[in-house]
């Protein structure tokens, strides 16, 4: 199985939509662009949200796992995907690359 590196590449926010439908809350998102997390297997990186993991964990395991041409030439680079968050908010774009290395 091969690690996947998982970068940040753009965070955005949505004040209107937060002001027109969500509840205040106190923490959203520790995201910040250019954050880098190596995915090794199925387990989630230290520090990654809990929520943009199960956005992502699906594709994460593909490329791992030697999967590519996702989409079907969607990619330039065939062992990677860009997935973003599941957060209507405050979603988070991440570039998920398959690392030449391989894992235990």
């Known amino acids: 199985m091969k690690k996947v590196t998982i970068t940040v590449m753009k965070t ?3 004040e209107d939509l937060i002001e027109k ?15 880098v997390f ?3 297997g199925f387990a989630k990186p230290d ?6 993991w199960d956005s992502i ?11 590519e041409d ?10 990677s995907a860009m997935i ?3 957060d209507g ?4 774009s991440f570039l998920l690359e398959v690392a030449d290395v391989e894992t235990e």
């Open 89 to 92: 908010f405050r979603p988070v």
């Open 57 to 67: 964990s699906a594709f994460v395991m593909t490329l791992a796992h030697g999967g």
């Open 47 to 52: 520090g990654f949200c809990d929520s943009a």
């Open 21 to 35: 439908y969500e509840n205040p809350i106190e923490h959203a998102c520790d995201m910040k662009v250019g954050q």
């Open 84 to 86: 973003s968050c599941n």
């Open 70 to 79: 996702i989409y079907n030439g969607w990619m330039k680079n065939k062992r």
């Open 38 to 40: 190596i995915a090794d």
């Open 12 to 14: 955005a926010c949505y």
